[in-house]
């Protein structure tokens, strides 16, 4: 601990309260129902937070605060909320082992993430701004595709995690059928480091094979210091079952530390304590998954998941410091996390309070900011002062005149401010990574059911827009409808209800239309011409350019290979807003063009009458005629499905899928159902919940995510183009 106390001197405020080192930042990150929101109640009660548990049924839980979450019992929106944990002891008389780490309290501060893929984006900003996340998997079903999706996100943002298999008292649940899942379906380096004393309705506790203990709860009354277990000798039954788990523990922990492995090879006895340093180094360096298992419902193993988060999981000094570049240049910047360095954040969520006004989500990782200071925005290049700071508990907003590195906070009135914009001083320049979101999949027509709603529609839509970088709203040109964009039929429902509650707007919509996308399978040539004479002063563009099919998911290039100076240089910017026009408006069926290399080779100009507007629309001609010729195709978004059902529906569902296009990927026994694997696309899955629930009595259950976009085929191809020509408000 001497090196913790030197860092708490050098990087630590006098008037902090929770030091860095005491600091976790940490997400619940799940795929829909395996009980995220559940754990996070029962995290909050146990830490004092709350003092009565609340249910997601119930519509009374704290960090699922919106009307329409506690209506659907689902999470929409993700939610802060921080919390306080000191590490109990057992009985008098336990081991030392149980006794409290310094007996100091640590500062948690939890994000609530969504399971649903429609709001995939709360997953995604809160990701970035993370130290650590907990992923919990359902003890019954194992790893789902939303847990795969959130799996990726973790791992593209660099966030150590530790899993936490829940719902082990449920019929079906099986500890080691959802180890083997993690292992095989994530590639997660995953060990466990607490295992399940019994199952199902005899679910009674935990094996912690660190310590070769158990702990075994009792009624659920809070008991013992504020718990409700006991911590015994491991029972005959199950000794073998432990030393074995900690000797496969050990073995994994020395494949990959080098203080371990030496203990092993000198064939000494490696501690508990020496044992859980390494498991944390590991876990810090993403290079080890600790798994633990529970029910959080029935209020087991949770105080012993929260230890594993302060003892497991990194604060803000145990992962490497944030990256930024400074604007303008590729010269990096590194942000160490002190209090006394220069102030930097990123703001990750934009947010619309009732009565606060717009809440401007922050994670601190340096410096410390207070009321009345001023911040610098990289981006717009300029300074606003920070009149009102806040600390988020669900719905609840507490006011605070100061934060810290390593803090997550809101601010209140700032103005011109987007989700992934760095906030900072000003003689510190710096520009940290956005996060990233994916393209809308889904989109709308929609109007005010009366002329009056008009404003107010315009205003509540670029609300929402502000605070949901995966939400579009524009007018289509052609028909001057209003058209929304999002991840699915449920995210587009979501908003028209807000629209409707928040902003007392009552909408018509249309019916909900595919966002298709175009691309090429040969390359091409292309060339425009833009020529006006009309008396005066004419208008002269001419440009040229190459189209190739690019890489699936590289996007497009538009590349300048003028040479000799054909077009004078001044004039290829124009040629490029021209090409990128021509590509967002589509050529084939007027929808976006994806995956495509485009090139400027050669063009002429005209001394007098060229003008950037005539090799602006030079660019778009050019574009159009080389993309009819490069064999155009159109492409459709393809979900992936996966379904759960009893085994007597199997064959109905099968055969539904079928029909819907649907290709079937596998077909497992899971825990007495069968689990279907489908890649379908999402044209023909409007209305697969309502046909689900007829086929299987609504026993059967299912879910889907984005996959990848594939050629619609001819049999069908047809009627969507015939369709696009009818109806273009469709087309995004």
């Known amino acids: 601990m001497e090196a913790a106390v030197d860092n708490q001197k050098t990087v630590n405020a006098p008037d902090r309260p929770y030091t860095l080192e005491r600091t976790r930042n940490i997400g619940i990150a799940a795929h829909i129902d395996a009980g995220k929101t559940t754990t996070t109640e029962r995290i909050l009660f146990y830490t004092g937070l709350i003092h009565k548990i609340g249910d997601v049924d119930d519509g009374n839980t704290v960090t699922d605060w919106m009307e329409q979450e506690r209506e659907r019992g689902i999470t929409i929106t993700s939610a802060a909320v ?3 944990w000191t590490q109990k002891q057992g009985k008098p008389g336990e081991d030392a082992i149980y006794k409290a780490f310094n007996n100091i309290p640590h500062r948690v501060n939890i994000i609530d993430t969504p399971g649903h893929v429609d709001f995939t984006a709360e997953v995604e900003r809160s990701m970035r701004v993370l130290d650590g996340a907990v992923a919990v998997f359902c003890g019954v079903a194992g790893v789902q595709p939303q847990s795969e999706t959130v799996w990726r996100q973790a791992t593209k943002y660099k966030v150590p995690r530790i899993a936490f298999v829940n719902k082990m008292d449920r019929t079906g649940a099986n500890f080691d059928n959802a180890l083997n899942d993690m292992r095989n379906k994530l590639k997660a380096y995953a060990f466990p480091i607490f295992l399940p004393i019994g199952a199902e309705e005899r679910f009674e506790g935990v094996i912690d094979v660190v310590n070769q203990k158990a702990i075994v709860w009792g009624a659920g009354d809070i008991t013992n210091e504020g718990l409700n277990y006991e911590v015994k000798e491991i029972a005959p039954a199950d000794k073998d079952r432990a ?24 064939e000494k006895p490696v501690t508990p304590q020496e044992l859980k340093a390494a498991i944390r180094r590991l876990t810090c360096k993403i290079e080890l998954v600790p798994v633990l298992c529970g029910s959080a419902f029935k209020k087991k193993a949770v ?17 490497p410091p944030a990256e930024g570049i400074e604007p303008g240049t590729d010269n990096k910047v ?11 954040s990123l703001a990750f969520k934009l947010w619309t309070d009732p009565y606060a006004g717009k809440l401007v989500f922050f994670r601190v990782y340096s410096g410390q900011l207070k009321k009345g200071d001023t911040i610098y925005n990289p981006r717009t290049r300029k300074r606003e002062r920070v009149s009102r700071l806040m600390v988020i508990q669900g719905s609840e907003r507490k006011d605070v005149d100061h934060v810290h590195a390593g803090d997550i906070a809101a601010l209140v009135g700032l103005r011109n401010i987007t989700t992934g914009d760095t906030l900072c001083d000003e003689d510190f320049d710096i520009t940290l990574e956005p996060p990233t979101f994916p393209e809308p999949v889904i989109s709308m027509a929609v109007e005010p059911k009366t002329k009056a709603d008009r404003d107010k529609m315009s205003e509540g839509l670029q609300r929402l827009a502000e605070e949901d970088p995966t939400f579009r709203c524009f007018t289509n040109e052609e028909t001057s409808q209003l058209i929304i964009a999002g991840m699915g039929e449920l995210h587009l429902e979501i908003i028209i209800d807000r629209l409707k509650r928040e902003f007392k707007v009552d909408a018509n ?3 909900p239309q595919i966002a298709y996308r175009e691309t090429i399978t040969k390359q091409a040539d292309g060339e425009g011409k833009f020529i006006r004479q009309s008396g005066g002063r004419g208008q002269y563009g001419h440009a040229l350019v190459k189209v190739y099919p690019n890489e699936k998911g590289k996007g497009v290039e538009v590349l300048n290979k003028i040479v000799g100076g054909a077009i004078p240089k001044e004039y290829i910017p124009a040629v490029v807003d021209g090409v990128e026009e021509a590509i967002k408006g589509g050529v084939y069926a007027g929808y976006q063009v994806i995956d495509i290399k485009v090139e400027i080779v050669d063009g002429t100009f005209h001394e007098v009458d060229s003008n950037e507007l005539a090799f602006k629309m030079a660019g778009i001609f050019a574009l159009k005629d080389a993309f009819k010729k490069a064999n155009p195709i159109l492409l459709e978004p393809i979900m992936k499905v996966e379904v759960t059902t009893p085994d007597e529906y199997q064959g109905d569902l099968l055969g539904d899928i079928n029909r819907r296009r649907g290709t079937i990927i596998g077909i497992e026994a899971k825990s007495g159902q ?16 309502t046909a689900i629930r007829s086929l299987s009595k609504g026993r059967a259950s299912y879910s889907m995510e984005p996959l990848t976009f594939e050629q619609v085929p001819n049999s069908v191809l047809a009627a969507i183009l015939d369709s696009a020509k009818s109806k273009p408000a469709a087309r995004t």
């Open 243 to 266: 030393a074995m788990a900690l000797a496969e523990l050990i073995e994994a922990v020395s494949n990959k530390d080098d203080r371990i492995a030496e203990l092993v090879l000198e």
């Open 674 to 689: 069968t689990v279907l694997n489908a890649h379908v696309p999402l044209a023909e899955m409007f209305g697969y919940a």
């Open 303 to 319: 105080q012993v998941l929260i230890d594993a988060v302060v003892d497991y999981l990194p604060g803000p000094l145990d992962i």
């Open 82 to 84: 921080t919390c306080f």
């Open 509 to 511: 919509t249309g019916a």
């Open 334 to 344: 590194t942000v160490e996390a002190s209090d006394f360095n220069k102030f930097c």
